[in-house]
C-alpha cells in the first residue's frame, strides 16, 4: 500500500532520480509506520487523520528536509522524523484550509477532503491533531542520534513557522485579501509566510538533522522562504490554466474566488520573470553554502519543471 | 491590565493563600507579555489569538506547573514558559470546541466565544496558532537554565498530551458520545483524556523544569491525570446546578445536550463519593513524590472547594 502512494506520489514529480526515489519511498514506509502507530488510534478520528496525513501528495517538503540534510554533508535518514514533522504540519494547514469557514473546498488532491469524507468536526480535530503529533514526532530526532540542542532548535522553527507570524498568519491574510485587489507586496507578503515559511523550516530542519553549521542553517531557511514563493507563483501560474485532471483540484478557482495572486498583481509575464530570478538566487544561495548540494538542487529543478 | 485580569482570577480560586497569588500575578505578566510580544502580531487574527490566550480565567492548569516545580524543589520561576505552554493550549481547546462544528457555544468565562466575536475562520485560525505558540514557548525554557534534554522531554509530552491520542482524541469521543447513554468506564475514558491529559504534563513539566528525578516526573504526570478526572467529576457536578453568573456560560448546558458526564452515568452520590477517593490518593502521591507540597496541595484544595 505504501509502494503505491510512493508511486503514485513519484509520478507526480514526473522527473526524479532514482536517488530521489529511493528517499521517497523510504519517507512513505516511514510516514506511514509512523501515523499508523503512533497518531490517531482506534475510531474516526484516527481514520480521518490517516485520511488527511497519508494521501497521495508531492511529499515535496519532506524531500526538502532529507535533501538539505544530505546536502549540508548528513545521512539523510536521520533526518527522517524531521521530514514526517513538516509533512503533518503541511497536511493539517491543507485540512483547515478546506473547512467551509476557509475555503470551503470538497475535493483534495482529487479526492473529498477530510470534512467532506468525515464531517467537519473531525476536519477540525484532525488537523489540531496533525499539529500537535508533528512536534511529538520532532522529539523523535534524538532517536537518530541529533542532539537534543539542535532538537530544541527544530522545535522552536517549526513552532514559529506553524504558527500566526508565518504559516496560519499567511493564511488569515490570503482570507483577508480575498476579492481585493493586491499589491505585488502585498502577495510577497502573504505568500512568503503562507508557503515559504514551510519550506524555509524544511531546509532548516534538513540541515540540523546533518550537523550544519549554526549559519548555513540559517542561509538555508532564508533560501527555503524564497524558493517557497517561487513556487507558489508557479502554481499560481499553473492554477489559471489547469485542468481537473492534472491539479487534481477545482480549477480556476483562485481566480473564480478573487485570491491574491501575484500573476494577477503583477501580469504573468512578470510573474514568470520574477519566479525565474528568484530560482536562480537560490541555486547560487545553495551551491555555496551546500558542500553536497547535486540532489537538492534535482529535487528543486524537477519541481520547477513539473507539469509544463 | 494585566493587574486587574490577575485580581478577577484569583477572585476565581476564591481562596488563594497570598503564595499562589504572587505566582498568579507573576504568570499574568509573564503570559501577557509573551503573547503580546511573540504571538499574533497586527492584524485581526493577532487580536483573536490575544482575546483568546488573555481572556479572563482560573489558570489552574500554569499554577499547577508552577507549584508543581516547587513541590520538587525547583525555583517557580524557570517553569513559566511551560505554564505558559499548557495555559496556550488550553486556549486552543476552548476556542475549538466552542466552534459551531463542535459545542457551538457563544459565550465562555462570561464573554463571547472567540469565533461569535472574530468570525469562524479567525476562530480556526486563533485556535491552530495557538498551538504552535505554545511548542515555540516551550522552547524558551532553556533560557530559564532548564537542560535542554528536558526540554526535548517536555515537547514530547505535550505533543503527545494534545493530540489524538489525548486532549483531541477526548474532544472526538465526547462529540461521538453524545447523546447516548454512556457507561462509568466510557466516561472515565474520556475526561482522563479530554481533561486528565494535559493536567497530568502540567505536573510533569512542572517537575521537569525542577530537575526531578524521571521517576517523580512519571509519577507526578500519572497522579495529575487523575487530578483532571476528579475535577471534570467536579465541574460536571456544578454544571447540573450553577447559574450563568457563577459559572460565566449557559448552564444544565451538558445535560440539554446528552454529554457524557460521571453523574449522569453513576449517579450523583457515587460521582461525589469516586471524585472523594481520586482526590485522596492524589494527597498520598502528592506528599510521597514531593519534598515541598505544601503550596501544591493548597492549591488543590482551594480549587476542589471553589463555589460551594
Not at 497521495?56 to 554533508?73: D, H, N, Q
Not at 530544541?152 to 480575498?178: N, S
Not at 514563493?229 to 485532471?245: E, K, M, R, V, Y
Request: hydrophobic letters at 45%; proline letters at 3%; aromatic letters at 4%.
Amino acid at each position: 500500500m505504501a509502494a503505491t502512494r510512493a508511486k503514485r506520489a513519484t509520478t507526480a514529480l514526473s522527473a526524479g532520480s532514482r536517488e530521489l526515489q529511493t528517499r521517497l519511498a523510504t519517507f512513505e514506509r516511514f510516514l506511514t509506520r509512523a501515523v499508523r502507530e503512533r497518531a490517531g488510534g482506534p475510531g474516526r478520528l484516527g481514520q480521518a487523520l490517516r485520511y488527511a496525513a497519508l494521501s497521495p501528495g508531492k511529499r515535496l517538503r519532506p524531500l526538502l528536509v532529507l535533501t538539505a540534510c544530505e546536502a549540508v554533508g548528513g545521512e539523510w535518514k536521520r533526518a527522517l522524523p524531521a521530514a514526517v514533522a513538516v509533512e503533518c504540519v503541511h497536511a493539517f494547514s491543507l485540512v483547515h484550509d478546506d473547512l467551509p469557514a476557509m475555503d470551503d473546498d470538497d475535493y483534495r488532491r482529487g479526492r473529498l477532503t477530510t470534512h467532506k469524507k468525515f464531517g467537519e468536526a473531525l476536519g477540525v480535530l484532525s488537523g489540531d491533531a496533525l499539529i500537535a503529533f508533528a512536534f511529538e514526532e520532532l522529539t523523535r530526532l534524538r532517536e537518530q542520534g541529533v542532539p537534543d540542542a539542535r532538537v530544541v532548535d527544530a522545535v522552536r522553527r517549526l513552532g514559529r513557522a506553524a504558527g500566526a507570524e508565518e504559516l496560519v498568519g499567511g493564511q488569515a491574510l490570503d482570507i483577508a485579501a480575498e476579492g481585493r485587489k493586491a499589491t505585488a507586496s502585498a502577495v510577497r507578503h502573504i505568500h512568503t509566510r503562507k508557503t515559504g515559511a514551510l519550506m524555509g523550516t524544511s531546509l532548516a530542519l534538513g540541515a540540523l538533522a546533518g550537523d550544519a553549521p549554526a549559519r548555513t542553517v540559517e542561509r538555508l531557511h532564508e533560501t527555503g522562504v524564497m524558493l517557497g514563493f517561487a513556487f507558489q507563483i508557479h502554481d499560481d501560474l499553473l492554477n489559471a490554466g489547469s485542468t481537473l485532471g492534472t491539479l487534481g483540484k477545482r480549477v480556476g478557482t483562485d481566480e473564480a474566488r478573487g485570491k491574491a495572486t501575484y500573476p494577477a498583481a503583477v501580469g504573468e509575464k512578470r510573474a514568470r520573470a520574477e519566479a525565474a530570478r528568484i530560482m536562480k538566487s537560490v541555486e547560487t544561495a545553495i551551491a555555496r553554502h551546500c558542500e553536497k548540494p547535486e540532489l537538492l538542487e534535482s529535487l528543486i529543478e524537477a519541481t520547477a519543471r513539473r507539469d509544463r
